[in-house]
């Protein structure tokens, strides 16, 4: 009789066409969530999702098939390049638990349980470029599968002090499963089927391409076809000295254990890593205002499995072990907050490549980890209010990215730039209470598109405006409206990724939301 509950129901639905011709966007997603207080220091907590996106008519993507170091112009992001039929399909169904149990005023302890499930479909149109000239093959591919994910957490953390030394301690466990199933055609076994549909060119009018004759696997039958846990067990105690001086230390051992299975149910290969992550920083309070720092922090992350167009498909790869170390500068400015730092990344080169041509994420390549990629960096931000009206965001990025070892020692890795700023301004005038407008600026520089670094992206500028206005109704309810431009002067460029992909053409964006 002592419990109470809330609950939250959160709607979105979203249908209509893009910006690029003949394609078209649906997406829809209910959410609930409800919070129960069991007595007055046990609480629980449980949130359930169902979400579907739908993306038709849009063409995957451009591979380049050839070593010519030049990579084709950008054509329009408006131009037509696949059918309707052309599409990928995300479905997602996740339901969450979460136990909270006050322990005294310091303490409190948290159970946490998760089972998701997520079925993806796809069935889209590609170009694969044979020509600096723009000129490809349009290929169907169909691929997809189900992933079921279930995690359980314990955890406990507080406070307490030795002496005039205080600590904040948290420790706990968690377990992980996660278990893939490929979709296959059941005559031949296949979990990734393909067909050419004729040739175009990237800068004309669309070609007419052949029907479809191969099937849908993302809807089809499906096999287990992998399995992922994990393990951790985790601790870490921030120890405040004094009020300038604290300490973080910590340590996690995780367990991974990677298995692939073929389709008739046997187990085909498995991988198994122990590691102890041992996590520390030093923070140092020369003033109030400011505060400079060291940490060292390291990780591990299962390294999946090796995608079904590549040679090796299916196989698990090896686990994704990453170190980072920084050094960082915080300070208060007036009514802005600046923060510096400078870091190491170094993980795993991982990519999948032809063994005869050396051509990136093409059908056939060989999945695994190519060497070490170093990241030595600096970055700079700046944070606040200047005035009372105008608030503002920005920082810029440094990346010195190296390839240490293997096939492509010296090189800089696939689609990270060197350079990368960004900046964010929102002025409410005092006189039009309510009304905010604000930009967006955007600057990536040059990346690799291949291992070898041949063929390079060009650097690209965006800007964004948009504008907001907020008024009361109801007493203390909040009606909002927004209206926004994305990519203001619809300037066409390649994103830095593994394969040819446009950046979004300017887009009229306007939402209204109102407090219940």
Not at 381 to 410: E, H, N
Request: with cysteine.
């Amino acid at each position: 009789k002592d419990a109470t509950m809330g609950a939250r129901l959160n709607i979105v639905g979203e249908k209509g066409d893009l910006a690029t011709l003949d394609t078209g966007l649906s997406r829809y997603a209910i959410g609930l969530n409800t919070a129960f207080e069991l007595g007055e220091t046990t609480r629980l907590r449980i949130d359930g999702l169902h979400s579907t996106r739908r993306l038709s008519g849009m063409l995957g993507r451009f591979t380049l098939t050839y070593a010519d170091p030049a990579i084709p112009d950008t054509p329009s992001s408006r131009r037509s390049y696949a059918d309707r039929y052309s599409s990928n399909r995300t479905e997602i169904n996740m339901l969450t638990a979460s136990l909270i149990q006050d322990i005294g005023e310091d303490w409190v302890a948290r159970a946490n349980l998760t089972y998701s499930i997520v079925d993806q479909d796809f069935y889209e149109i590609r170009g694969n470029v044979f020509n600096v000239d723009g000129d490809y093959i349009a290929q169907l591919r169909s691929n997809g599968g189900r992933t079921k994910t279930a995690a359980a957490q314990a955890l406990v953390k507080g406070s307490l002090s030795t002496g005039s030394i205080d600590h904040s301690l948290a420790f706990g466990a968690s377990v992980q499963r996660f278990s893939g199933f490929l979709g296959y055609d059941p005559l031949t076994g296949r979990t990734s089927l393909s067909q050419n549909l004729g040739t175009g060119n990237m800068y004309l009018p669309k070609p007419v391409l052949a029907d479809p004759s191969i099937g849908r696997l993302g809807r089809g039958d499906r096999f287990r076809s992998g399995i992922t846990d994990q393990k951790t067990a985790f601790l870490s105690d921030t120890v405040e000295f004094s009020d300038r001086f604290s300490l973080l230390l910590g340590g996690r051992f995780v367990e991974i254990v990677q298995k692939s299975y073929l389709l008739d149910g046997s187990r085909d290969a498995r991988t198994k890593v122990s590691e102890f992550i041992p996590t520390g920083a030093l923070s140092y309070k020369p003033s109030e205002k400011t505060t400079a720092y060291i940490s060292y922090t390291k990780s591990v992350s299962p390294g999946g499995f090796a995608s079904p167009t590549a040679s090796n498909a299916n196989e698990p790869l090896p686990p994704i072990l990453s170190k980072q170390y920084e050094l960082g500068f915080k300070a208060e400015i007036g009514t802005m907050l600046l923060s510096s730092a400078l870091f190491r990344i170094d993980q795993p080169y991982a990519l999948c490549v032809d063994q005869v041509t050396g051509q990136a994420y093409v059908d056939g390549c060989l999945a695994g980890n190519f060497g070490l990629q170093r990241h030595d960096g600096a970055e700079l931000t700046l944070m606040g209010r200047p005035t009372r009206s105008l608030r503002f965001s920005g920082g810029i990025q440094y990346l010195d990215t190296k390839i240490k070892g293997a096939d492509f020692d010296g090189t800089r890795p696939v689609a990270v730039p060197k350079w990368s700023a960004k900046m964010f301004m929102e002025y409410s005038p005092p006189m039009l209470e309510g009304l905010s407008v604000n930009t967006t600026m955007a600057y990536t520089g040059k990346s690799a598109y291949n291992p070898q670094n041949t063929q390079q992206f060009s650097s690209y500028f965006t800007v964004d405006l948009g504008a907001r206005y907020q008024m009361a109704y109801a007493d203390d309810k909040v009606l909002t409206f927004r209206i926004g431009v994305e990519n203001l002067f619809d300037k066409d460029y390649w994103l830095p990724r593994t394969s040819l992909q446009f950046g979004s053409a300017r887009t009229l964006k306007a939402s209204i939301s109102a407090d219940f």
